[in-house]
């Protein structure tokens, strides 16, 4: 049994699709991540899954029990951490866990949650006193209050610094670790490539991708990239016409040059500067990666 299975899912807002006849299914115990850029309609489908939205057409259904007709049982099983949580102020991270685990009829202790996310120092600290990473990890622990199998992660590391992200990263793995199922929407292609068993790629409310990152790599680049900061913006078919060149992109002044024969592509170059055609800084190399194949499949970055 699947975790999740969604077939022709479509929502529709003012006549236009935002999810567009979508069908995939989540395993149970692997962590699925759904990508793609603003607009894309990762959000609206994450929402139906979760109960938060009513879908226009297609069925859901979650850990086995059809969504339409067993939303209030469902929820008691999942787990949800928005991209932006309300916290009560003036409630301490003990009270706050407290207060949720009274919503569920069964709940994991308030100190084991506080162990698992590390919050042990700020067990007695009001919310509004905690950090930005303080504050993820206090929004991840009460979305697992309820020991869910299910947990739906938005966007959780957002606005992080490097070492809150690593610990956010560590619980997820400890969760997979203990069986539990994991669908996260991310707009770091290294976390999804690091995290997830498998991606579903979005674009215009329709699925463009569905495997694991690995599997899309090797399916999308025989290449490495070579990529240069380029200091006078060279034309493109000059790039593009380098040996061994089978695509080059730019973004803003990083050029990026996928080659199948990367000395001879380097080669190109250095003669290139040597003939005053090209000037460029910060040379290297690199192999092919998830934000690439989301660049090639969308035609931008996920940030845009």
């Known amino acids: 049994m699947a975790a999740i299975e969604v077939s022709e899912l479509r929502k529709v807002y003012n006549g236009v699709p935002a999810v567009d006849g979508i069908s995939f299914a989540v395993e149970q115990g692997e962590v699925f991540g759904l990508l793609g850029p603003n607009g894309a309609g990762k959000t609206t489908t994450v929402e139906c899954i979760e109960g938060l939205r009513e879908p226009d057409g297609g069925t859901i259904d979650v850990l086995g029990h059809r969504l339409a007709n067993n939303g209030h049982g469902i929820k008691q099983k999942i787990g949800i951490q928005l991209q932006t949580t309300g916290l009560y ?16 009829a069964h709940s994991l202790p308030a100190d084991d949650l506080i162990k698992m996310v ?22 991840l622990a009460l979305a697992l209050v309820n020991d869910p199998d299910l947990v739906f992660l938005d966007e959780p590391t957002t606005g992080l610094d490097p070492q809150s992200r690593r610990q956010i990263w560590n619980i997820v793995e400890e969760l997979q670790q203990r069986g539990k199922t994991v669908v996260l929407t991310t707009h770091y292609m290294e976390e999804a490539q690091t995290l997830c068993d498998r991606v579903a790629v979005m674009d215009n409310g329709t699925i463009i991708a569905l495997d694991s ?24 078919d000059l790039l593009e016409g380098l040996a061994g060149v089978q695509r080059a992109s730019r973004d803003g002044g990083l050029v990026t040059l996928y080659s199948l024969d990367t000395p001879r592509t380097i080669e190109g170059l250095l003669a290139a500067a040597n003939a005053d055609r090209l000037h460029f800084d910060d040379l290297r190399v690199r192999n092919a990666t998830l934000e690439d194949v989301f660049l090639k499949l969308t035609g931008r970055r996920i940030r845009d």
């Not at 025989?222 to 240069?228: G, K, M, P, R």
């Open 89 to 104: 102020p003036l409630h301490t991270v003990t009270e706050l866990l407290q207060l949720f685990g009274a919503f569920y």
């Open 118 to 139: 590390s919050l042990e120092e700020k067990h007695n600290t009001r919310s509004k006193n905690l950090s930005g990473g303080q504050r993820q990890r206090l929004s």
């Open 213 to 236: 990152p690995h599997a899309l790599i090797e399916q999308h680049f025989e290449t490495s990239a070579v990529e240069f900061e380029d200091k006078n913006s060279a034309p493109m």
